[in-house]
């Protein structure tokens, strides 16, 4: 296949004529700045921190920078300067390539900064402590310059050691998986369980310097003969740099059915490390973090408060965790009594909550424990050592993602052991089963009349966890003393708001990366587009603060929103079947990262960062029969029985990846490429067909709609990220592109059979309509818009326009242009970004009149709507807050892209 030429959006004579009747045309725009693209491009880079305080603690930070087409080469190098001129250590890859094999993507590591930080091309400083991987060995050491980590190639140990110059700091860092095989629903007797160790099965290096080192480990958690639990944790390492990140995912392959007490409950799982103790009990420290940076700080064995004062000095020093005086310099009548002073060995701060977390101690095991104190949300963070050097380590989203907990033990021995809990052992054993009995709905009419009544499209045997995953992230700090309170301060900092570096809105405009064109940074100099940008702000606060107030939090549930509100019960519709967790319907992750692209709020970072983590892993299966579909909206994240491509879509994910490089989101977009094949074992149209339909290998039943812009998305990313499978996903993207564009009605027909083996649609042999409100809402639009501006394919754009142009055309309209009319249709609001995507391209004036009165008089949210929330108190509700009944999810995502999109491209056409 020949290679794609450079696209230009005005290479059609059509095109360009309507570029010169209407000068608002997005075309016009194109032809005005072509001349100019590529030395734009070439212009330096700004990249700033997304909350202030630059890299802090945190062992290094990598970004990605998008690139216009035919701005940079392969082979172009890149440097980094700081506000002063001083050049920053860099280390670039690409992440993506434009057709014209130009750099699409690039990512940069750097380990240090703290303003802003400027990229141009140039050579790349080198670190004066690099990054090296040696891999000859028993082990693959990767070291900093500063810190030594030894990793194991096999067994049960992941980390054997840490050192920081001749002095190990930690060792034995190991994987703990607690299965509880039966579960109490009734308070009966003695619960049992059995212990699981992480075993490795490979080890990966998948980066080796000089600013930044990869390791990739996989395996199982094993006892005896079972293993299960896969998992895969990578380790991080930056240069110069005296800490390490890791990023530990797991995917639930266990056995839960409802109804029964025995299978496969987890009762803890955790990272564990040993930390050797040196010093003498006085000069041994423990550090807990509590809520925002406050600190328990105290020693193993204490001699403030006492009965008898060694000195006010030596208090201070204890206190501040600085090796103390020798004891024979104190009063005496403590140094003589030292042996009757307690040796505190065990910690353990456990957040069973997202509003609650308790500290104790006690001396050592078989005695008890004595309560510290607590608090409302602790950072997941913690010390243990001495004077002489210690780990300090941190969970992420502790709290948000309960239950966790933090243990110290033996801290009095020569062998402290750590332990970050990912899912706390003293809270109630992770239950996974389903939560009804079916009611009877064993058969395809009896499920579709639940469905009429609850929304969920329940099935037996689909309500199941096994192959859902969950992505945690972890740092670790190798210290040569106990730090002070100000280093431990930006410790935590850096584990509850890891630091991101960030390119600004402009440079992913300037790329026309996501859908050229439609997004713009926000606009208020006139009244309407203040209005609609103020909408924008109320819905999102208004989500962030819903998080809040509901409790939207655990370890399986952060990151996901509700979808519908129960306006009787002042509540989310958490138990309703389909109206409770959201699962990407009609995506509002996509409203969310276009709603970053174009304002670079760190807010709205976060809170899209979270929805990505969440969705990608939980709300998608990665094992089994169904790895690659993900689970429509319910009550459980896996409960429905829809498992379908449109919420494993990786147009999700890419914003995430390509904005930070991250290795997970790049394995969960890589393995959807072959998720074409889960059509054949699974029908989503299988409980509503009236056709005789059986899948088979060369004629399988897809929508070009929301199955489509599922797979499309795979292959593209695949395409452009040169991945293992590029050559074959760039074939699918263009075949079936030009399958649907030669379909009597393109678009319009619905769906055509597509052959697994050859990746191509057969033409259907007659025109047909078939067209649905939910085709376009998964993020065709938006991919038609890429791939459109990528691929020189007339037939695909004008099928593509002549959906987008009949769609919110009237009855009468759509029947002229194929026949029949598209029937009873929804979410035309959603819908107007269609028109104006349309308009510009065509230059339709009347198209973009018809997308601003979509926009503000069809259905979703008007200037009518309250646009206000109402206090709630109690009795009305459990939590005081604030609701605003009128808002749902599915109107909020459509509303939201619709106004970003149809701002971006008709913002100077908006109605008087």
Not at 497 to 505: G, R, Y
Request: glycine share 10%; proline share 5%.
């Amino acid at each position: 296949m020949s290679p794609i030429p450079r696209r230009s959006l005005l290479k059609a004579a059509a095109v360009a004529g309507a570029a010169a009747q209407f000068s608002w045309a997005l075309g016009a725009r194109d032809a005005e700045a072509a001349p100019a693209a590529a030395a734009d491009g070439a212009d330096p880079v700004t990249l700033d921190w997304l909350e202030d305080g630059g890299l802090g603690a945190a062992p290094g930070t990598t970004v990605g920078v998008p690139w216009p087409m035919g701005a940079h080469q392969p082979d172009q190098s890149f440097a980094v300067t700081d506000a002063d001129g001083g050049h920053v250590p860099v280390q670039t890859w690409p992440l993506a390539y434009w057709p014209d094999g130009s750099l699409k993507w690039t990512a940069h590591a750097v380990a240090t900064g703290t303003g802003k930080l400027t990229l141009t091309t140039g050579t790349p400083a080198e670190p004066a402590r690099k990054v090296t991987v040696d891999s000859g060995g028993g082990t693959i050491d990767v070291s900093t310059g500063v810190i030594t980590a030894k990793i194991g190639k096999n067994g049960s140990t992941l980390i054997k050691s840490v050192t920081r110059g001749s002095t190990e700091i930690a060792r034995n860092g190991r994987l703990v998986l607690l299965r509880q095989p039966e579960i109490e629903d009734e308070d009966q007797g003695t619960v049992r369980t059995e212990r699981f160790d992480g075993a490795v099965t490979a080890v990966t290096v998948e980066q080796d310097g000089p600013v930044r080192a990869v390791v990739r480990v996989d395996g199982k958690h094993r006892k005896g003969d079972r293993e299960w639990l896969p998992f895969t944790i990578r380790l991080y390492f930056y240069a110069g740099s005296d800490s390490f990140r890791m990023v530990h995912t797991i995917t639930y392959d266990g056995k839960q059915e409802p109804g029964k007490a025995s299978g496969d409950f987890i009762r803890g799982l955790g990272v564990r490390f040993t930390v050797p103790m040196r010093d003498a009990a006085y000069d041994r420290h423990i550090r807990i973090g509590g809520e925002g940076t406050g600190l328990l700080r105290e020693a193993v064995q204490g001699i403030t408060g006492l009965r008898r004062d060694p000195g006010a000095a030596v208090q201070a020093a204890q206190y501040e965790g600085k090796k103390l005086p020798d004891p024979a310099t104190w009063d005496q009548r403590v140094t003589t009594r030292l042996r009757y002073i307690p040796h505190w060995g065990d910690y353990t701060l456990a957040q069973l909550s997202a509003d609650g977390f308790t500290v104790r101690k006690r001396t050592k095991k078989g005695h008890g424990w004595i309560t510290v104190g607590g608090g409302r949300r602790a950072s997941g963070f913690g010390y243990v050592g001495g004077a002489s050097g210690g780990l300090s380590f941190g969970l992420r989203d502790f709290w948000e993602k309960f239950p966790a907990q933090l243990d110290i033990r033996d801290a009095h021995t020569d062998q402290a052991t750590v332990t970050l809990w990912l899912w706390s052992p003293e809270a109630q054993p992770m239950d996974l089963r389903f939560y009804h009995d079916g009611m009877g709905q064993d058969t395809y009419a009896e499920q579709l009349e639940g469905l009429n009544i609850t929304y969920e499209d329940h099935e037996p045997g689909f309500g199941t966890p096994y192959g859902i995953a969950r992505t945690s992230e972890l740092l670790f700090w190798a210290n040569d003393s106990t730090p002070t309170a100000a280093t431990l301060a930006r410790q935590a900092e850096a584990v509850r708001v890891l630091p991101q570096l960030a390119a600004p809105p402009r440079q992913l405009i300037k790329a026309k990366v996501f859908g050229p064109g439609l997004y713009s940074e926000p606009d208020r100099s006139t009244p309407a587009k203040a209005r609609i940008e103020d909408h924008l702000d109320f819905l999102f606060t208004y989500y962030k603060d819903q998080v809040e107030t509901r409790r939207w939090y655990g370890f399986w549930d952060y990151g996901d929103i509700m979808h519908t509100y129960d306006s009787a019960r002042h509540v989310w519709r958490y138990d309703i079947g389909g109206y409770a967790w959201d699962n990407s319907e009609l995506s509002p992750d996509l409203w969310l990262w276009y709603a970053y692209l174009r304002s670079g709020r760190s807010d709205i970072f976060r809170f899209a960062e979270a929805m990505t983590r969440h969705t990608g892993e939980v709300d998608v299966y990665h094992l089994g029969t169904w790895a690659g579909l993900g689970t429509r909206h319910g009550v459980q994240h896996f409960a429905d029985s829809a498992k379908q491509q449109r919420i494993a879509n990786t147009t999700y994910r890419r914003f995430y990846y390509f904005l930070t490089a991250d290795e997970r989101v790049g394995d969960l977009m890589h393995a959807n490429v072959d998720s074409d094949e889960t059509f054949l074992v699974l029908d989503p149209q299988r409980k509503v067909r009236t056709d005789p339909y059986t899948p088979d290998r060369h004629a399988l039943s897809i929508g070009f709609g929301t199955d489509w812009s599922g797979l499309v998305s795979a292959w593209l990313t695949e395409w452009e990220r040169k991945g293992p499978k590029w050559e074959k996903a760039k074939a699918r993207v263009l075949s079936t592109m030009a399958g649907i564009a030669a379909q009597p009605n393109g678009f319009v027909q619905g769906s055509g059979l597509y052959d697994l083996d050859t990746g191509e649609f057969a033409v259907a042999d007659k025109p047909a309509v078939s067209v649905s409100h939910l085709s376009a809402v998964f993020g065709l639009n938006e991919l038609c818009a890429e791939l459109i501006h990528l691929v020189d394919m007339p037939k695909f754009k004008e099928a593509y326009l002549d959906y987008c142009r009949y769609f919110n055309a009237t009855k009468a309209e759509q029947a002229a242009r194929y026949g029949t009319h598209f029937g009873s249709l929804l979410l035309f609001q959603g819908h107007s970004r269609l028109d104006a995507y349309a308009a510009v391209q065509t230059g339709d004036a009347a198209l973009a009149e018809r997308a601003w009165a979509k926009f503000y008089a069809s259905d979703g949210y008007t200037e009518s709507s309250p646009w206000k929330t109402e206090k709630l108190t109690g009795p009305a509700t459990l939590v005081e807050g604030a609701e605003a009944a009128w808002v749902s999810t599915n109107d909020t995502a459509l509303y939201g892209l619709a106004a970003i999109e149809n701002l971006a491209l008709l913002g100077d056409r908006m109605p008087a």
